[in-house]
């Protein structure tokens, strides 16, 4: 029994994988996941499918996963939004993101930008905060909607800097772009795939990246350590879990698969193009990272007041 016990742990995986995507097809989780899977597929030689199930801000897709039977062929690629943002945003989540699901791996990072409209008249993010603070009632900013990341990493900042701003929300990053363009709002924080192609045209200008090293899709772009504001920290990030009670042997398995293929140049260009960084920490750190992520983001959501029940 012992011996039939160990061929059939070996044999894993026998059948094609499914990954669960929260969000639809083309974001950037979905492209990430996307990633995963073929470089999943190039180190178990089985297929690795990619399942879009979106809606109620990943929770659906999450709950599919957390139902899965936990044997390693349903994996869930969720994002910071999914696996510590919502368990402080919304007051009956249906799931705890560290009682459900086993982590196995962080994948990506993507950095939030501080950005603003062109005629604003700073040019670093320093003369941002003194041009706030020198007229409180005067500045607005945008997010992509109450309670997301982008509203959430800005309540950090003006908590972490002491600013006073209007908090004006949209139904999604491009609305909220799109009046940060026409000067309807003074500034927002987002990411680069929103952010950068406008700050190339002109339209608005990017004045640093809220993480701890200088990102490659914008080399030239300071972080706020470096403009003398400290370390506030707010990064978005992507990562690969799997139902709780999936065997040990099997979340090895799959982060040694992506251990040997994941940190690759093919890899890097996708991530760099979505303004995004190549991550890949053990099934332990990633838990690690998970906890502090969820104590950091109640703070801001804290901050807000948003809540969703």
């Known amino acids: 029994m012992m011996a039939f016990s160990f061929c059939a742990q070996a044999a894993y995986p026998e059948k094609p994988i499914r990954i669960v995507v929260g969000f639809p097809p083309g974001q950037a989780t979905d492209i990430i996941a996307r990633l995963a ?4 597929e190039e ?3 089985q297929p690795v499918i990619v399942e879009n199930k979106p ?3 990943g929770i659906i897709g999450t709950m599919d996963v957390v139902r899965a039977k936990p044997d390693g062929y349903t994996l869930l690629v969720g994002s910071s939004g999914t696996l510590s943002i919502n368990p402080s945003l ?3 989540l249906a799931y705890d993101p560290l009682k459900d699901l086993s982590p196995i791996a962080e994948l990506s990072e993507v950095p939030l930008f501080l950005a603003v409209n062109a005629n604003v008249p700073v040019n670093n993010a320093k003369e941002f905060v003194e041009m706030v603070k020198a007229d409180p009632t005067k500045y607005n900013y945008g997010s992509a909607g109450s309670g997301v990341t982008s509203h959430l990493a800005m309540e950090l900042l003006k908590h972490d800097l002491g600013l006073e701003m209007d908090h004006i929300p949209y139904k999604g990053s491009p609305a909220a772009v799109t009046d940060l363009v026409g000067g309807r709002v003074t500034a927002m924080v987002d990411t680069g795939p929103a952010l950068i192609p406008m700050a190339q045209k002109g339209h608005i200008k990017i004045l640093a990246v809220l993480s701890d090293k200088r990102v490659p899709a914008q080399p030239d772009v300071p972080t706020l350590k470096e403009a003398g504001l400290g370390d506030v920290l707010a990064t ?4 690969l879990a799997a139902p709780k009670g999936t065997p040990d042997e099997v979340l090895q398995t799959l982060y040694q698969s992506l251990q040997n293929n994941w940190q690759s140049e093919d890899v890097d260009k996708v991530l760099n193009g979505l303004g995004s960084l190549s991550v890949l920490n053990s099934p332990e ?7 502090s992520e ?5 703070v801001a959501v804290e901050l807000s007041g948003a809540k969703v029940n």
Not at 285 to 291: A, D, K, L, V
């Open 285 to 291: 750190e990633f838990t690690r990272y998970i906890e």
């Open 236 to 239: 978005a990030w992507v990562g």
């Open 37 to 40: 899977a073929k470089k999943l």
């Open 43 to 45: 180190g178990l030689n």
């Open 294 to 298: 969820i104590k950091k983001w109640k």
């Open 55 to 57: 809606g109620a801000a």
């Open 90 to 92: 919304y007051g009956d």
